[in-house]
């Protein structure tokens, strides 16, 4: 139980597996108040940036389930990086169907919403976690612009135009599913640059180091198309945001 390789090596310096800057991620967690000791559920967690520097500058306390080995081994190499490791801990396992043993504050899903099969699923598996009143986080894209045709949309890696909704009908889409929506941070185009951009270097670096790897020639055809489709689609059609839910 993995990620395919292509996924490390393409975000193999990222710490955020999102377009999502650390001054973003920080400027969350400060707009959300966390009180020393919030009991955090973070499924898909990555790297686990989220939950170490949440624990460094708020003094939570929770657990990251992610997929990838290779992330999760970096999320706890971070802990101790940042002396929180007494504070967050770290789970290889697949998230999907993931419940805390114990009810939690605030329950995450910060850009992998396929978990539970879109927002409406990774909501209630989410809810599974929480305690009344709990804090709920959902990462999501969103049409920034309709794409003009499901060719368009297909290059944005959507399956199609239906994928995502434009930000106030997602908006209405968290109150019909019963939430409050009391907090949002969103990407901007520099935060998507800053995020795509170094993946580009990612692969390039991989290439100059492995140049007999079997995923060569995916790695290569990868970084010969990848910056002209994003300069094309994603940059110009596709919006990101972490959405701060309350069960009303």
């Known amino acids: 139980m993995d990620l395919p390789r292509i996924f490390t090596i393409r975000e193999s310096s990222h710490r955020i597996h ?7 991620l920080a400027a969350l967690g400060e707009s959300l108040h966390l009180a020393p000791g919030t009991r ?7 790297s686990g940036e989220l939950l170490c520097t949440w624990a460094r500058d708020h003094g939570i306390t929770g657990t990251g389930v992610d997929i990838s080995t ?11 990086e940042l002396g929180v490791a007494d504070r967050v801990e770290f789970v290889h396992g697949d998230a999907r169907g993931h419940v805390a ?6 329950a995450a899903c910060v850009g992998a919403t396929w978990i539970g099969n879109g927002v409406a699923g990774t909501a209630e598996l989410l809810s599974r976690s929480l ?10 894209p969103y049409w920034r ?13 959507a399956t199609g135009i239906a994928d995502f909704l434009r930000l106030p009908d997602l908006i209405v889409h968290f109150r019909e599913l019963g939430y409050d929506l009391v907090e949002m941070t969103l990407a901007d185009q520099d935060s998507w640059d800053r995020y795509a951009a170094a993946q580009w270097l990612n692969l390039r670096r991989w290439l100059d180091r492995n140049p007999d ?25 596709l919006g990101w945001g972490v959405f701060a839910l309350v069960r009303r």
């Open 18 to 24: 999102n377009p999502l800057t650390a001054a973003k």
């Open 40 to 46: 955090v559920l973070d499924l898909a967690s990555g």
């Open 70 to 80: 290779t992330f999760t081994e970096q999320a706890r190499a971070r802990a101790a």
């Open 101 to 106: 043993d114990e009810p939690v504050d605030l």
């Open 131 to 140: 305690r009344p009143g709990g804090l709920m986080l959902i990462g999501e």
């Open 145 to 157: 612009r309709t794409p003009p045709d499901e060719e368009t949309a297909k290059a944005c890696h």
């Open 213 to 237: 790897d079997e995923l060569v020639p995916e790695v290569r055809e990868e970084l010969t198309t990848e910056p002209a489709r994003y300069a094309r689609c994603t940059r110009e059609y």
